[in-house]
Every structure is written in C-alpha cells, then in structure tokens.
Nanobody, 115 residues
Framework: QVQFVESGGGLVQPGGSLRLSCSVSGGIFSIYTMGWYRQAPGKQRELVASINSGGYINYVQSVKGRFTISRDNAKNTVTLQMNSLKPEDTGVYYC?????????WGQGTQVTVSS
C-alpha cells in the first residue's frame, strides 16, 4: 500500500520561505502524477501544485511565481519550495497522487504564516 510522510512545515513570518518534503513508499513512484494539497482552516482541501512523471508542472493561480514543485524519482520524494509566503498560505499540506481513487492520506505538515 502506498504511504506518504510529509515534513518541513512550521511557523514563518509573511515573506518567509519553507521547504516541504514528501517521502513515498509502497508503490511505483515514478509513474505517479504527484500533487501537493493544502487544507486551510474551515476550508476544503485544494490542489496547489502537481508534477507528472515527465516533469510537466501545474500550479494553482494563487501560488504561481512563489511555489516550486519538484520530484526525485530515485529517492521517491516530492518537494515543495514555498517562497514569499502569505497568511493565506496557512494550512495543513499533504502530498498524494492525482488519481480519483487515492491512496490513504498522510498526516500532513502544518504551515502557519503569521507575524
């Protein structure tokens, strides 16, 4: 069974940066389109960035130019570099595939942007 372990979150001031990492085990990582999702307090989980097996990348408009997603197929990891963070980026960040039938979600990593 595919499992995800997210790390790298924390408390940061507006304008700061964080680097999130997701370790994936139990599947053929290299074939998956992977995404980083965010769930803000009181809101539904949303997809903020994705990267497919060929390296094609997509971002939600609100993070374009600030976030960078990357993957390392040799290490089964996907990373989200977040710069110029804003308070509205606050939430729990998860990684998962983009398939309709998703593997179980990991515990996520909390990102709080506040002064």
């Amino acid at each position: 069974q595919v499992q995800f372990v997210e790390s790298g979150g924390g408390l940061v001031q507006p304008g700061g940066s964080l680097r999130l990492s997701c370790s994936v085990s139990g599947g053929i990582f290299s074939i998956y389109t992977m995404g980083w999702y965010r769930q803000a307090p009181g809101k539904q989980r949303e997809l903020v960035a994705s990267i497919n097996s060929g390296g094609y990348i997509n971002y939600v408009q609100s993070v374009k130019g600030r976030f960078t997603i990357s993957r390392d197929n040799a290490k089964n990891t996907v990373t989200l570099q977040m710069n110029s963070l804003k308070p509205e980026d606050t939430g729990v960040y998860y990684c998962n595939t983009l398939t309709a039938a998703k593997p179980p979600w990991g515990q996520g990593t909390q990102v709080t942007v506040s002064s």
